[in-house]
């Protein structure tokens, strides 16, 4: 991976539902070991950007890069080097955490044993490798948040996709999670695009790009958005840039 080059690009990006356009324009890049922070109400578009991303729907317009390679053109590529984290849940709860982990390393074409060594690495990162054995419905939500993580990172993806995923979880979690997925990026040069609506949430290093209504309102550093907007803080931003105009 050449760190010179975006990790994830997308490019003039439009999606619509009938006459409502979702998405209009959009276009960023998030850099190796970048943590970019999507920012948006309800409605903004997050959903149907991460839809794009990953397939679920295509766009006639736009053009999306994962690690070099166009998603339309060389999907199986492409999709290869993401791992996601949706907002629902989607582990199998009758499954032990490491049966899950190991369905969605055979998907990944993982032998035995690279699934094996890749399984106990990411658990022990996040300190779940001596819960493998238990089933899912037995772990509270943030330790089954960790599992997901984990999963989406057994393929050694290069860009890490997160939606929202400290929802409905409790504080100390909460932090966890964002603790873990901003070392992430430090450490390993992963990619991350997260979704997220709890502006605490957000390191001061990271890239914020701010959607509203189908657009990009605002992308660069906290800082430069906070210049940008003449605002105190990110909240204070936020609300200058989605504020209707009458």
């Not at 794009?52 to 060389?74: N, V």
């Not at 400290?166 to 873990?180: E, M, N, Q």
């Not at 290093?205 to 605002?218: F, P, T, W």
């Amino acid at each position: 991976m050449n760190h010179h080059h975006p990790a994830l690009a997308v490019n003039h990006l439009s999606y619509a539902y009938g006459p409502r356009k979702a998405l209009d324009g959009v276009g960023f890049t998030v850099m190796p070991g970048e943590c970019a922070i999507l920012l948006g109400p309800n409605g903004a578009g997050k959903s149907t950007l991460f839809a794009l991303i990953t397939r679920l729907y295509e766009s006639p317009d736009g053009h999306i890069d994962i690690a070099g390679f166009d998603i339309k053109r060389q999907s199986l590529r492409a999709l290869s080097r993401l791992g996601v984290v949706f907002q629902q849940p989607t582990l199998d709860l009758d499954l032990s955490v490491e049966q899950n982990l190991r369905y969605h390393a055979a998907l990944h074409g993982l032998s035995g044993r690279q699934a094996q060594a890749r399984i106990q690495e990411e658990l022990e990162r996040q300190a779940m490798y001596e819960r493998r054995g238990e089933k899912v419905r037995q772990l509270n939500g943030g330790h089954r948040r960790r599992v997901e993580i984990a999963r989406a990172l057994l393929h050694n993806p290069q860009v890490l996709l997160l939606d929202e995923p400290t929802v409905g979880l409790d504080v100390p979690s909460r932090r966890a999670i964002v603790d873990y997925v901003h070392a992430l990026c430090q450490e390993r040069s992963i990619a991350v695009l997260w979704a997220s609506h709890l502006i605490d949430e957000i390191a001061a290093s990271d890239k914020l790009i701010m959607l509203h209504r189908g657009r990009i309102r605002a992308l660069g550093t906290v800082s430069e958005v906070l210049a940008l907007t003449d605002a105190d803080d990110i909240a204070g931003a936020f609300q200058a840039l989605t504020r209707e105009v009458a």
